[in-house]
């Protein structure tokens, strides 16, 4: 793990020295370090694939929209030929060359100069053509937007500046596996049911981010109001009220390069359904009784077809529920009881980095693209009222890691160490069939420990 | 149909002929709803603001997007929006606050002022209810924070009276921001 040790900060820290990899803890500094935050803009951001959106908010050549990609604005922009991802940074002079949010255009024009390019990022030239305002030296082809290498999975848009880097495929690693799951299982895929909310947090994007990687500990306090009043409360069949325990048994999943995920056993859901032990249960029975978020009865078949005997296994009895893309995005697959039934909600989070102190949380929500619109209306409800700027779970999170930022400055605080110390002992679960490594029973801490040792292996890394 | 499904009931269109004018009695008491709902709200008095609710309250708070000056109608987004509530989903959100121990976003909660000016009041095709147009200012004070997060905003209400007293049967929020500059909407606007 530790390839260079000799990387240090400028008053002598070796990074390496910031996490403890025996006793599983990290130093607070990493939380606001000016430092750390342009090295991690160049050593993680720069590096790895990450999360811009999806494709289904472009579905027009010409269309376009203005992302972050870690600390650098990107165009998203669709043409005959697909998705690409540029820097939305004139070559000229270094304008932006879109200030929009969003918009439909096949020639960007940069209002400063009048440098013009193509969706893809190619130079089409600048005004006055005779008169060669871009001068001699460098060729059109060289004078084009820096282009990022694009992925699309699953209708999920990701990109990296790491032109010669790994796969996307490499990247998931064995969380592919599980994320087919979510992202793949029906025939015509999923859709965004807007543009996504946007709002600013005063906190370092690795407080979300860390928690993004699966913390079920924080449920259990942070968001008590969940079996308090809201739709996790108990019926009194079993035992009523107030604890969120029941919901915190399961498996969970952490992979290579830290993509990590919850999957939350559904027994109980099937068996207050069904009344019948879910053993008993086929899985077909079970995804009829307890259909996925936004599945309907029509759509089970796709589900059979497409996902594997295994992956069905695992759908059925603990499927990923939430659960991150390293470096900053985090899904939510969430069954809500409500009075009409059991309601899935789906959200797509990026926590962008905004300085050191600062992050822009993008929420998306999201649907299959053949839910009924009356479900798609009725999930959407739900996921603004739970998630996202007003969501009555995620405004207690958005308190929270400001403090800890603030906390992180201290010149004693600063020193104090993030624990993670809580494992998981016992293995995978018996007859569990997908990959990665795979905790069993109550959360533990494993899946924000394996954040952290490949945030580290990032930061350490020769190159 | 989706897009239907997914958006709010469109607003009645505010008409200049139908504009009370400043001052006379009706314009007063809904101005004297207005001030008495911001003290509430500032004072957490938010059980009894939920009885100014009518059961099929409609309250949504667009999206924005920067888009051109030719575009400007298409700056406000009303499928994912930041609040898209109904009665229930409301008092929910309020007992949330007045009904647990862990509503951590609002507990401690903020010190607010909802400072509300520019009211136009306009009758609709409805005898008893009236579209209220007004601009709303918010100040938010968290924790020793040395800052205010300020939400200003433009609100679409319909008032309707019931049995003599004025309810709230609709609000759009829309609010300035592209990128929301406070860490959540936990407070009512």
């Given at each position: 793990m530790q390839k260079n040790s000799q990387r240090t900060l400028a008053d002598g820290t070796r990074i390496s020295d910031l996490i403890n990899l025996e006793t599983r803890e990290v130093a607070m500094r990493t939380l606001s370090d000016p430092e750390l935050y342009e090295l991690e803009m160049e050593r993680i951001f720069a590096k790895t694939w990450?999360?811009?959106?999806?494709?289904?908010?472009?579905?027009?050549?010409?269309?376009?929209?203005?992302?972050?990609?870690?600390?650098?604005?990107?165009?998203?922009?669709?043409?005959?030929?697909?998705?690409?991802?540029?820097?939305?940074?004139?070559?000229?002079?270094?304008?932006?060359?879109?200030?929009?949010?969003?918009?439909?255009?096949?020639?960007?024009?940069?209002?400063?100069?009048?440098?013009?390019?193509?969706?893809?990022?190619?130079?089409?030239?600048?005004?006055?053509?005779?008169?060669?305002?871009?001068?001699?030296?460098?060729?059109?082809?060289?004078?084009?937007?820096?282009?990022?290498?694009?992925?699309?999975?699953?209708?999920?848009?990701f990109a990296t500046w790491n032109i010669d880097g790994p796969s996307f495929d490499e990247f998931l690693g064995d969380a592919k596996?599980?994320?087919?799951?979510?992202?793949?299982?029906?025939?015509?895929?999923?859709?965004?049911?807007?543009?996504?909310?946007?709002?600013?947090i005063r906190a370092n994007w690795k407080t979300a981010c860390e928690q993004s990687a699966s913390d079920g500990f924080?449920?259990?306090?942070?968001?008590?109001?969940?079996?308090?009043?809201?739709?996790?409360?108990?019926p009194g069949s079993e035992g009523g009220g107030g604890d969120l325990t029941p919901e915190m048994y399961g498996s969970e999943v952490y992979t290579a390069h830290a993509h990590t995920m919850r999957c939350i056993e559904l027994d109980r859901k099937i068996r207050r359904l069904t009344g019948k032990d879910p053993s008993e249960l086929s899985v077909k029975e079970k995804l009829e009784a307890l259909p996925p978020p936004g599945v309907t009865q029509e759509m089970i078949p796709e589900l059979l077809r497409n996902l594997s005997e295994d992956q069905l296994k695992v759908i059925t009895w603990r499927p990923p529920q939430v659960g991150n893309f390293f470096p900053n995005g985090l899904f939510e697959f969430v069954y809500i009881p409500t009075p009409d039934g059991v309601i899935g909600v789906m959200a797509l989070h990026a926590y962008v980095p905004k300085g050191p102190d600062k992050l822009e949380f993008v929420n998306w929500i999201l649907a299959e693209k053949d839910t009924p619109p009356e479900l798609k209306a009725t999930m959407l409800r739900l996921g603004v009222q739970l998630l996202g700027t007003s969501g009555m779970v995620e405004q207690d999170d958005s308190d929270t890691w400001p403090h800890q930022t603030i906390a992180a400055k201290g010149a004693v605080s600063k020193h104090i160490t993030l624990k993670y110390q809580a494992m998981y002992e016992t293995g995978k679960p018996e007859g569990w069939p997908g990959p990665g490594d795979v905790g069993d029973g109550f959360t533990k801490d494993d899946t924000q420990w394996r954040w952290w040792q490949y945030w580290h292996e990032l930061m350490t890394a020769e190159s | 149909m989706l897009q239907n499904l997914l958006e709010p009931t469109p607003l009645p269109p505010s008409v200049?002929?139908?504009?009370?004018?400043?001052?006379?009695?009706?314009?007063?008491?809904?101005?004297?709803?207005?001030?008495?709902?911001?003290?509430?709200?500032?004072?957490?008095?938010?059980?009894?603001?939920?009885?100014?609710?009518?059961?099929?309250?409609?309250?949504?708070?667009?999206?924005?997007?920067?888009?051109?000056?030719?575009?400007?109608?298409?700056?406000?987004?009303?499928?994912?929006?930041?609040?898209?509530?109904?009665?229930g989903s409301m008092l929910m959100r309020i007992k949330r606050i007045t009904d647990t121990k862990s509503a951590w976003g609002e507990d401690p909660p903020s010190r607010v002022k909802r400072m509300v000016s520019n009211v136009r009041v306009y009758k609709t095709d409805k005898a008893d209810e009236y579209k209220v147009e007004s601009y709303l200012l918010v100040t938010r004070s968290r924790f020793d924070f040395d800052y205010f997060d300020l939400i200003p905003c433009v609100r679409y209400d319909i008032l309707r009276r019931i049995e003599g007293s004025l309810k709230l049967a609709r609000r759009e929020i829309l609010l300035d921001q592209v990128v929301i500059g406070t860490p959540n909407l936990g407070i009512i606007l």
């Open positions: 990450v999360f811009l959106g999806h494709e289904t908010e472009i579905p027009k050549s010409g269309d376009f929209m203005v992302r972050d990609l870690g600390s650098d604005s990107v165009l998203v922009t669709r043409d005959k030929d697909g998705i690409n991802v540029s820097l939305n940074v004139c070559p000229h002079r270094g304008m932006k060359i879109s200030t929009l949010d969003c918009g439909n255009t096949q020639a960007h024009v940069c209002i400063y100069h009048g440098w013009a390019f193509k969706p893809n990022g190619d130079f089409i030239g600048a005004p006055v053509e005779k008169e060669s305002m871009h001068g001699k030296l460098l060729t059109k082809e060289q004078l084009g937007l820096k282009k990022a290498r694009v992925t699309i999975y699953g209708g999920l848009i596996w599980y994320f087919d799951t979510l992202w793949c299982r029906t025939d015509k895929g999923m859709e965004v049911l807007g543009p996504p909310q946007r709002f600013t924080h449920v259990l306090t942070l968001h008590r109001w969940l079996s308090e009043v809201g739709p996790y409360r108990k | 200049r002929a139908n504009r009370l004018a400043i001052g006379s009695p009706e314009y007063n008491e809904i101005l004297d709803f207005l001030y008495d709902e911001a003290e509430m709200l500032d004072n957490l008095r938010l059980a009894e603001w939920g009885e100014l609710l009518t059961q099929d309250l409609e309250y949504n708070a667009p999206l924005r997007h920067t888009r051109s000056t030719a575009q400007f109608d298409q700056t406000y987004i009303r499928t994912v929006q930041h609040l898209h509530e109904s009665y």
